[in-house]
T-cell receptor, first 114, second 114 residues
Framework: NAGVTQTPKFRILKIGQSMTLQCTQDMNHNYMYWYRQDPGMGLKLIYYSVGAGITDKGEVPNGYNVSRSTTEDFPLRLELAAPSQTSVYFC?????????????FGNGTRLTVT | AQTVTQSQPEMSVQEAETVTLSCTYDTSESNYYLFWYKQPPSRQMILVIRQEAYKQQNATENRFSVNFQKAAKSFSLKISDSQLGDTAMYFCAFMNSLGNDMRFGAGTRLTVKP
């Protein structure tokens, strides 16, 4: 049981490039989330999804897009990378949209935009 | 919007001793969830303990316990018999009753000294 898997682990982008951060989970969770963690800060919610075909914005959605075509996958797209998007990105999933259902996190992707 | 404040950027404790990490939050909701997450150097986010706001009894998980003061909006974490493996960043987090908004504090870096 792999849990939540994120790829790649590290990536360096030039300003203006685009990329997709991949996230997949094998726990059949309906709910999936993308967070970013800036240096010395806590995590901030970018987007979340309550099921295939349904996504919604979190606290810091600008500059990102997501899609949810299957229960397992929740990719995060950066269209025009900016230095402000340098961060560590975490994908997470949960069984329910509730504090009684703990979040399962991936190991993160460290992204640097130069 | 909910906010979470951790006023101690760094703390240290001797092995086998007890340490308390502070967290305060601001919300107008009456029902919500509070969490402490541990992030070791591996970057993995690990749930340490969870508290439901409508439960007056403080949560405990082995050597970890919380002091939840709802009126004061305070949620501190006590680690007893500290171990070297407890060295990590610790994040306090708030989740609203709907489960679609989770806010993290900036974290406290805890070092356990031998």
């Amino acid at each position: 049981n792999a849990g939540v898997t994120q790829t790649p682990k590290f990536r360096i982008l030039k300003i203006g490039q685009s990329m997709t951060l991949q996230c997949t989970q094998d726990m059949n969770h309906n709910y999936m989330y993308w967070y970013r963690q800036d240096p010395g800060m806590g995590l901030k919610l970018i987007y979340y999804s309550v099921g295939a075909g349904i996504t919604d914005k979190g606290e810091v959605p600008n500059g990102y897009n997501v899609s949810r075509s299957t229960t397992e996958d929740f990719p995060l797209r950066l269209e025009l990378a900016a230095p402000s998007q340098t961060s560590v990105y975490f994908c997470a999933s949960s069984y329910k949209l509730s504090g009684n259902s703990p979040l399962h996190f991936g190991n993160g992707t460290r992204l640097t935009v130069t | 919007a909910q906010t979470v404040t951790q006023s101690q950027p760094e703390m240290s404790v001797q092995e086998a001793e007890t340490v308390t990490l502070s967290c305060t939050y601001d919300t107008s909701e009456s029902n919500y969830y509070l969490f402490w997450y541990k992030q070791p150097p591996s970057r993995q986010m690990i749930l340490v303990i969870r508290q439901e706001a409508y439960k007056q009894q403080n949560a405990t998980e082995n050597r970890f316990s919380v002091n939840f003061q709802k009126a004061a909006k305070s949620f501190s974490l006590k680690i007893s018999d500290s171990q070297l493996g407890d060295t990590a960043m610790y994040f306090c987090a708030f989740m609203n009753s709907l489960g679609n908004d989770m806010r993290f504090g900036a974290g406290t870096r805890l070092t356990v000294k031998p």
